[in-house]
């Protein structure tokens, strides 16, 4: 299930990916429509789950932050187990699943006593081979992952299972919004579930 964005979509995007405090009223006047215009189109990109938030960047050079590339080998059937232990440790600022059971990882710290910890933690891991580390000298470019070209589609997640849906999807209009499942098995489980708490709450 393929959405083309179209030009007043990525207009919005790049206003709030210059200024993600900006208001709605102000984003419409900058790119030409009406505030309840860039109003729904912001809630509608919130609900497919492309707008995932906003936040505050911050500097972790000037918090006195280390920064080091851990890259993690891992078992091949064993990769989901691994990223699963690691993905809620604080120190993991960003987690990547690569194509060659390697997990790369992008940890900022404070204490060496705990960083060294945690790399030592990791060769108790039965399910990883190898761990290797580079510490971060230089930042000279760090931008979001996201790249808003004119190409860009969007790709929506499956409201009940959270895979991407490649193709038509089944979407279903409750309560006057639409969500998008991958199938009529998630449509249905899902439905099930939403009038499930819809009656409890």
């Known amino acids: 299930m393929n959405h083309n964005l179209d030009d007043v979509d990525r207009k919005i995007?790049?206003?709030?990916q210059t200024d993600g405090r900006a208001s709605f009223r102000d984003i419409s006047s900058r790119i030409g429509v009406s505030t309840p215009t860039v109003s729904a189109r912001?809630?509608?990109?919130?609900?497919?789950?492309?707008?995932?938030?906003?936040?505050?960047?911050?500097?972790?050079d000037l918090l006195g932050q280390v920064s080091v590339v851990v890259t993690v080998e891992a078992k091949p059937s064993e990769v989901e187990r691994v990223y699963s232990r690691?993905?809620?440790?604080?120190?993991?600022?960003?987690?990547?699943?690569?194509?060659?059971?390697?997990?790369?990882l992008m940890v900022s710290y404070y204490n060496p006593?705990?960083?060294?910890?945690?790399?030592?933690?990791?060769?108790?891991?039965?399910?990883?081979?190898?761990v290797s580390t580079s510490m971060v000298l230089k930042t000279p470019k760090e931008i979001q992952r996201a790249a808003l070209t004119?190409?860009?589609?969007?790709?929506i997640r499956?409201?009940?299972?959270?895979h991407?849906?490649?193709d038509e999807g089944v979407k279903l209009k409750i309560d006057g919004k639409y969500?998008?499942?991958?199938?009529?098995?998630?449509?249905?489980l899902y439905k099930e579930k939403y009038d499930k708490l819809k009656k409890s709450a």
Request: glycine content about 6%.
């Open 86 to 104: 690691l993905v809620g440790e604080d120190m993991v600022r960003q987690l990547y699943v690569l194509s060659d059971s390697r997990l790369l």
């Open 150 to 155: 004119d190409e860009a589609g969007l790709l």
């Open 158 to 162: 499956c409201y009940y299972c959270g």
């Open 179 to 188: 969500h998008y499942m991958c199938c009529d098995v998630c449509a249905k």
């Open 42 to 60: 912001v809630q509608a990109m919130t609900d497919m789950g492309l707008i995932r938030g906003y936040t505050t960047v911050l500097d972790a």
């Open 164 to 166: 991407l849906i490649h």
């Open 13 to 16: 995007l790049r206003e709030l």
């Open 113 to 130: 006593i705990k960083y060294k910890q945690f790399i030592e933690s990791l060769s108790q891991i039965p399910e990883i081979r190898s």
